[in-house]
């Protein structure tokens, strides 16, 4: 599995498994566990995904050493502030129990984003969380926030796939050498997006599927993705895109199928409030 730097000196493996929805009922621990098996070493959690608990577990178990599974979770919005995102961060270390969590993000842009950004700092420096970062920055909250932190982010991980590329938000990235994740690389699965004739022809060139060729459009271009995937074939064939490469003029032509539009729009009025009542992850 390629490896890209952040920031910070660590690295980072450009794709990962996510374990959004997927339940703490035995599910997770199975999903990490085959995903594991057939190479992933980069699993994306999160406090508001409940499962924690499983995906620590798992990774436990696996036999592989510890330093070369790279495990992400964050902090969910309703223990922003410092003091609160203190005690959540000890809360997804002792749930997910693999001594240190390699990256961890504030999920959302709302509420006391600086204050819970200082605690996550301060965690960093105690070596608790190697690298530290953002998700669903638009570059509006990017520049209304980042410009109040002491330190940059490693990552902002954000909606990304070739019908909406990041551009306006990747310049600013870029100057500061923050890295883009990848949430919905494959656009959820959209039949526009696997069924576009232009990737439908590159998948046949490279004798690949199309979510193939979109991840390995997306990593070439230096994003770090996170495909989500229930069927095993699949799971294992998000990671077998190493073996062959876009020509620049290819890589140019996925680049035209940008809209510029995605499905959520962070900036949407009383979102925070919206997400804050949909989950509660304790009293
Ligand atoms: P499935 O679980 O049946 O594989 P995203 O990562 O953008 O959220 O997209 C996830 C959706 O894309 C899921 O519906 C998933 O279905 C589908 N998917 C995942 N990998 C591939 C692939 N390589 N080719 C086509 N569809 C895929």
């Not at 592989?64 to 000890?90: C, H, M, N, V």
């Not at 310049?171 to 696997?194: C, M, S, T």
């Not at 060139?205 to 996170?226: A, C, H, M, P, T």
Request: charged letters at 25%; one cysteine or more.
């Amino acid at each position: 599995m390629e490896r890209i730097k952040l920031n910070d000196g660590n690295t980072i493996p450009v794709v990962g498994f996510g374990v959004f929805l997927i339940p703490n009922d035995g599910s997770t621990y199975k999903a990490v566990s085959d995903a594991l098996k057939v190479g992933y070493r980069h699993i994306d959690t999160a406090a508001a995904y409940f499962n924690e608990e499983e995906v620590g577990k798992a990774v436990r178990d696996s036999g592989i050493p510890r330093e070369e599974i790279f495990i992400t979770s964050k902090l969910w919005i309703q223990d922003y502030g410092y003091e609160p995102a203190k005690k959540g961060i000890d809360a997804s270390l002792s749930k997910l129990d693999t001594g240190w969590i390699d990256l961890y993000l504030l999920h959302q842009p709302y509420f006391d984003v600086a204050g819970a950004w200082k605690a996550l700092e301060e965690a960093k420096k105690e070596g608790k969380l190697k690298s530290i970062g953002v998700s669903n920055m638009t570059p509006r909250l990017w520049n209304k926030y980042v410009s109040q932190f002491a330190t940059m982010p490693a990552v902002n991980q954000v909606e990304c796939n070739p019908f909406f590329q990041q551009r306006e938000l990747r310049k600013i990235l870029d100057a500061a050498d923050v890295k883009i994740e990848a949430y919905f690389p494959l656009g959820h699965g959209a039949k526009n997006l696997l069924d576009n004739p232009l990737i439908d022809s590159l998948a046949k060139k490279y004798n690949k599927n199309s979510g193939q060729i979109i991840l390995r459009f997306e990593v070439q271009d230096g994003l770090i993705v996170l495909p989500k995937s229930t069927n095993p074939a699949r799971i294992a064939g998000n990671i077998d895109i190493f073996d062959f490469e876009l020509t620049q003029d290819e890589m140019e032509r996925m680049r035209g199928l940008d809209t510029g539009k995605g499905t959520h729009d962070p900036e949407t009025p009383g979102m925070g409030e919206m997400l804050l009542e949909k989950f509660k992850i304790h009293d």
